[in-house]
Every structure is written in C-alpha cells, then in structure tokens.
C-alpha cells in the first residue's frame, strides 16, 4: 500500500492551491484521512481530518481557509487551502488509516510530503 500526494507548488500569498493523496495498492476499507504538515525546523503538525462517515476536525490555523473532502470510490483525500499566508510554507502530508483485509484492523499509513510555498 502506498500513498501519493502531489498538487503542492509555489504560490504567492492570498493564493490558493488544491491538494491530493490517493491510496495504492490493495485495500479493503480506508477510515480517517489526514493531513498534517512539517515546516522547517519545526515538528510536524496536525491540519485536517476525515472520517469515513464525513465528520471533519480542523487545526486553529486553517478554519475558514482549509476544506477537507474525500473520495472514497477513488481512495483519494484533498485538501483545499486557500487565502494562503507566508506561514502555511510546509510539507505536507497524508495519512490514512486503512485495512487491507475483510475482518483486519486498521494500521495507518504515510504518503510523502507535497511542498507548498508561500511567497509574498
């Protein structure tokens, strides 16, 4: 099982771009989905959640500007940030706690970091 993000990029402040992370490999259930995000020289921080049922939790810095969504027929989470600051400049990445087998618990699971540049 592997996840893939991608969509980060450079962009200026107040701009906005739409991340992606989607699940590979063989799946049977994908529970939450997260994303978090690790700026330099600083530890990696949650930013937002979903769970399979919908229910979406969000960190202080990103409510009103970050939305969540997912799409369970594609394995997929997005993430779209918007109103960008110099200060959402980080790695972000996926998470997804899934299980590859009918009856097995979930394990969570890393995707690599998308790199989102904010610049004034």
């Known amino acids: 099982v592997q996840l893939q993000a991608s969509g980060g990029g450079v962009v200026q402040a107040g701009g906005c771009l739409r991340l992606?992370?989607?699940?590979?490999?063989?799946?049977?259930?994908?529970?939450?989905m997260r994303w978090y995000r690790e700026a330099p020289g600083k530890s990696r921080e949650f930013v937002a959640s979903?769970?399979?049922?919908?229910?979406?939790h969000y960190a202080d810095s990103g409510k009103g500007r970050f939305t969540i969504g997912r799409d369970d027929a594609k394995y997929t989470v997005f993430l779209q940030v918007n109103s960008l600051k110099i200060e959402d400049t980080a790695a972000y990445y996926c998470?997804?706690?899934?299980?590859?087998?009918?009856?097995?618990?979930?394990?969570?699971?890393w995707g690599q970091g998308t790199e989102v540049t904010v610049s004034s």
């Open positions: 992606s992370c989607t699940v590979f490999g063989r799946v049977f259930r994908v529970d939450t």
């Open positions: 979903i769970s399979s049922g919908g229910d979406t």
């Open positions: 998470h997804a706690d899934l299980s590859t087998q009918i009856g097995a618990q979930s394990y969570g699971f």
